[in-house]
């Protein structure tokens, strides 16, 4: 830090510059925007497989987030359970999507299969917001996009089968040992995500750090939910349905390898 005894002043604003709002203690960030914590703690505390990333905000997103959050956006607070019909606005197939990050693939994906709804959850709010401008700018209306804590919502919020798909593409591979204990796909993460997966639904994953990916094949390999689509019992080739990002793209530059793991919901007996 610079000793203020030994740096010029300051210079002054100009007459014409305009100061930046300053929100004053407590003021939400966004007052018709996504909360910060919408469970609060109203639920047990755990150890979670995320962080919440409250970085810079441009001022587009700023804007989608103002103005289309009351339209498209929903905070995970467990407080009731979703009619998915009601919130779409139609009884299409609901996909739902853990970890958009800045949205592109999840915008492009909607946009060429309309038909399909996607509820995607993130905690980034940047990217919450650059979701909701690039549905926005497309006129895509299949996307609804959730703040919170996906297994809340999984828990609280989704009925028994009411998701058609499941796609987590590109968690935090938490990559040191003593973190492993964060990460997302484990076998308690996908017994609860088997029972809001309607038999014959797709769980899709896919990561880019191959030691992640292979705990991955292996958990999911070992659950009585779920079966593999590869007759070989391996990793999947990318469907053309997941398109690559640009940030896949610098990963494959730099020789990273990303795996597909693509997986049925197993219908047990009694079941339809």
């Given at each position: 830090?610079?000793?203020s ?74 407080s ?12 299409n ?5 853990i ?27 940047p ?7 690039l ?32 796609r ?70 990318r ?9 896949e ?13 693509l ?10």
């Amino acid at each position: 830090m610079y000793d203020s005894l030994n740096t010029p002043e300051a210079p002054h604003p100009a007459p014409d510059s305009v100061a930046r709002p300053v929100r004053a203690k407590g003021e939400p960030r966004f007052p018709d925007g996504p909360k910060a914590d919408p469970a609060g703690s109203h639920f047990e505390r755990r150890i979670r497989s995320f962080q919440p990333r409250r970085s810079r905000v441009t001022s587009g997103q700023a804007d989608a987030l103002q103005r289309l959050w009351p339209k498209w956006g929903l905070d995970i607070d467990g407080s009731r359970v979703l009619d998915l019909a009601e919130l779409f606005g139609n009884d299409n197939p609901v996909v739902l999507e853990i970890g958009f990050g800045m949205g592109e693939a999840t915008a492009r994906m909607a946009a060429a299969d309309p038909d399909t709804n996607i509820l995607a959850v993130d905690v980034h709010t940047p990217g919450q917001g650059n979701l909701l401008n690039l549905a926005d700018q497309s006129g895509t209306g299949n996307i609804r996009v959730a703040n919170g804590d996906a297994i809340i919502l999984l828990r609280e919020m989704l009925t028994p089968d009411s998701l058609d798909g499941l796609r987590v593409f590109f968690p935090d591979p938490w990559p040191k040992k003593r973190h492993h204990k964060r990460r997302l796909i484990q076998p308690e993460f996908l017994t609860l995500a088997a029972t809001r997966l309607k038999p014959g639904a797709l769980l899709h994953c896919a990561t880019d750090w191959e030691p992640y990916a292979e705990v991955m094949l292996e958990v999911l390999t070992a659950h009585p939910d779920f079966a593999n689509t590869r007759p070989d019992g391996g990793f999947a080739p990318r469907p053309g349905f997941r398109p690559r990002t640009r940030f896949e793209g610098q990963g494959l530059e730099k020789g990273h390898v990303v795996n597909d793991l693509l997986f049925r919901r197993v219908a047990h007996e009694g079941q339809p």
